[in-house]
């Protein structure tokens, strides 16, 4: 079975500085998904970033990049230039390559604070 | 566009009753998974509904049961509540020729078993 650690369950960043979260994970598949996703107050799960393991590429999106090491099996999330609306809970998630094998394995979450 | 909608917000039930909590996908998403996500911890997956089946179950146990509609709309039911089965209800949904680019999840339902 697939599992998904986060090491760190708070972080603290001043405004405007970047802060990397960990995130590793164990499969024995060759081919799947990781993404990261952010939970504010709100509750609303929102997608911040994917990977697709077979890219060897990191992905990017905006101020949120990413340092995937298929290797190491570590998934680590870099936010750059960071926001006062960045302030939340993270959670890194895996999923299996399989059309038929949906569902989302996660971590136990990392509170993200950020200091003006 | 709407995204996914889930009814109640909140709901208090008491030990050995039964609840229902409701999910309505993003417009033009077929598929809806059910999360329970305890204080402090990530969702855990529940089950998953695509063409009005449960294609793939987490473990929990029976008590937890859903349905898919035809529009694609979703419950979950819970039987004989237990004080263990407070936490936050998520449901996502997802297009299923593209689960690969994640899913959209709602607001979720909080509920408190007393």
């Known amino acids: 079975a697939q599992t998904v650690t986060q090491s760190q369950p708070e972080m603290s960043v001043q405004e405007a500085e970047t802060v990397t979260l960990s995130c590793t994970y164990d499969?024995?598949?060759?081919?799947?998904?990781l993404f990261w996703y952010k939970q504010p107050p709100s509750r609303q799960m929102i997608l911040v970033i994917r990977q697709e393991a077979y890219k060897q590429q990191n992905a990017t999106e905006n101020r949120f990049s990413v340092n995937f090491q298929k290797a190491a099996k570590s998934f680590s999330l870099k936010i750059s230039d960071s926001q006062l609306g960045d302030a939340a809970m993270y959670f890194c998630?895996?999923?299996?390559?399989?059309?038929?094998?949906?569902?989302?394995?996660f971590g136990k979450g990392t509170k993200l604070s950020v200091k003006p | 566009d709407a995204g996914v909608t889930q009814s109640p917000t909140h709901l208090i039930k008491t030990r050995g009753q039964q609840v229902t909590l409701r999910c309505s996908p993003k417009?033009?998403?077929?598929?809806v998974s059910w999360y329970q996500q305890a204080l402090g911890q990530g969702p855990q997956f529940i089950f998953q509904y695509y063409e009005e089946e449960e294609r793939q179950r987490g473990n929990f146990p029976d008590r937890f049961s859903g349905h898919q509609f035809p529009n694609y709309s979703s419950e979950l039911n819970v039987n004989a509540l237990l004080l263990g089965d407070s936490a936050l209800y998520l449901c996502?949904?997802?297009?299923?020729?593209?689960?690969?680019?994640?899913?959209?999840f709602g607001s979720g339902t909080r509920l408190t078993v007393v």
């Open positions: 499969t024995s598949e060759s081919d799947y998904y």
């Open positions: 996502a949904s997802s297009l299923e020729a593209a689960g690969r680019y994640g899913y959209t």
């Open positions: 417009s033009g998403h077929d598929t």
């Open positions: 998630a895996y999923r299996s390559y399989g059309g038929s094998q949906g569902n989302l394995i």
